[in-house]
């Protein structure tokens, strides 16, 4: 009988790259992710170099996915997964009693709907509004980062209405509020906001977002803010929040979790 040990997940995403590890019994050994700056290669080795100093010398089975996988993969010769199959074995296998699961990236975002056994994806075209760079773009707005917007927006009174269909209609919303002295907590809250009305309404198209919620994806992982944002406007109680360690990798923990013996 063949025995299965390790396996590699590798996430190529529009920002960052991501690899995660699991042993026999599907436990994260290793896990981490980076910005990569355009630099794929480099970002990659990097990370398997610090896996290779934390576990050894250890046979890995990989398995790739991610936006910016399939070039990588069929260069190094490794199976490319895709993403929605990577996203919907981790939930399946770590939350599987999720409903509907809300995913932000560097420049994508997706809706995944569980179903009775379907997986219906929606996802945002060629736009990056309501992504993880539109807010990087909103924070240096306000001279700061996703952080600081998230830290200030755990202050805020009230919201404003801003587009986030598009960086260039938000800050000519923005651009007047600041002028006017809009608070930096209001304005981070409402910058959030918008991402959640973008995603919801762009995405959805009014298919509802009910039963229990994961949210996934580094953006929603780090800003705590932004997801309470999502919380709020579905009007989730904490029976309904599917909070999973690990979030911002589960496109990598389910490329490691459909990975093949014979690779």
Do not use: W
């Not at 990798?249 to 014979?262: P, R, T």
């Amino acid at each position: 009988m063949s025995q299965m040990q390790y396996t590699l997940g590798i996430d190529i995403g529009s920002t960052t790259v991501k690899i995660a590890i699991l042993d026999q019994k599907q436990q994260i050994l290793f896990s981490d992710y980076q910005r990569h700056f355009a630099n794929i290669r480099e970002t990659l080795s990097a990370l398997l170099q610090k896996a290779y100093d934390k576990l050894g010398n250890i046979t890995v089975h990989p398995m790739i996915t991610g936006s910016g996988g399939l070039t990588l993969a069929n260069h190094l010769q490794i199976p490319f997964v895709q993403e929605v199959i990577a996203v919907s074995t981790s939930l399946q296998t770590l939350a599987p009693h999720t409903d509907v699961a809300i995913e932000l990236g560097g420049e994508d975002a997706k809706i995944i709907y569980f179903e009775g056994g379907n997986v219906e994806q929606r996802m945002n075209g060629i736009c990056a509004g309501g992504t993880g760079s539109f807010i990087d773009q909103m924070a240096s707005l306000l001279q700061t980062d996703a952080t600081g917007l998230n830290e200030y927006a755990k202050n805020y009174h009230s919201l404003y209405t801003i587009a986030a269909r598009c960086g260039v209609f938000a800050k000519s919303d923005i651009q007047p509020l600041i002028n006017e002295g809009a608070t930096k907590e209001d304005l981070s809250a409402s910058i959030f906001q918008a991402v959640v009305n973008q995603t919801i309404s762009g995405l959805a198209c009014g298919k509802p977002i009910r039963g229990h919620v994961a949210f996934l994806g580094g953006p929603l992982h780090f800003l705590s803010e932004l997801k309470q944002s999502f919380i709020r406007t579905l009007k989730l109680d904490d029976d309904h929040i599917i909070d999973t360690d690990n979030s911002h990798l589960f496109a990598a923990i389910g490329s490691a979790l459909n990975a093949k013996e014979e690779t």
